[in-house]
């Protein structure tokens, strides 16, 4: 019954910019902490930012601080993620997660639900 479903993916040169959304239904959106990971084939997941699920506190991965902003718009059950400065290194698919009352956290294990993903490829 829940679903997150990404899009705003693309094809996008370096030092460019593309917001991408995540929709969720099923779901007292309200309530949850909302995230961003990407990966890669062969490669782990990596936290790129979070936002908790009441006051809105936003957290960044190392890699994208000062280039990503996170954001929800709970009326709309809609997260967003505006990138900007793209680096071919961002290239990835980007996935939506969401906990339940979390606070934000890095770790994915904490996350219940996941969306499918939106490819993103930055050329450079």
Do not use: H
Not at 70 to 89: C, G, H, V, W
């Amino acid at each position: 019954q829940v679903q997150l479903v990404e899009s705003g993916g693309g094809l996008v040169q370096a030092g460019g910019s593309l917001r991408l959304s995540c929709v969720a239904s099923g779901l007292t959106f309200s309530s949850y902490a909302m995230a961003w990971f990407r990966q890669v084939p062969g490669k782990e997941r990596e936290f790129v930012s979070a936002i908790s699920w009441s006051v809105g506190s936003t957290y960044y991965g190392d890699s994208v601080k000062g280039r990503f902003t996170i954001s929800r718009d709970n009326a709309k059950n809609t997260m967003y993620l505006q990138m900007n400065s793209l680096k071919p290194e961002d290239t990835a698919v980007y996935v939506c997660a969401a906990d339940l009352r979390g606070a934000g956290s890095v770790r994915q294990s904490v996350y219940e639900y996941w969306g499918q993903g939106t490819q993103v490829t930055v050329s450079s």
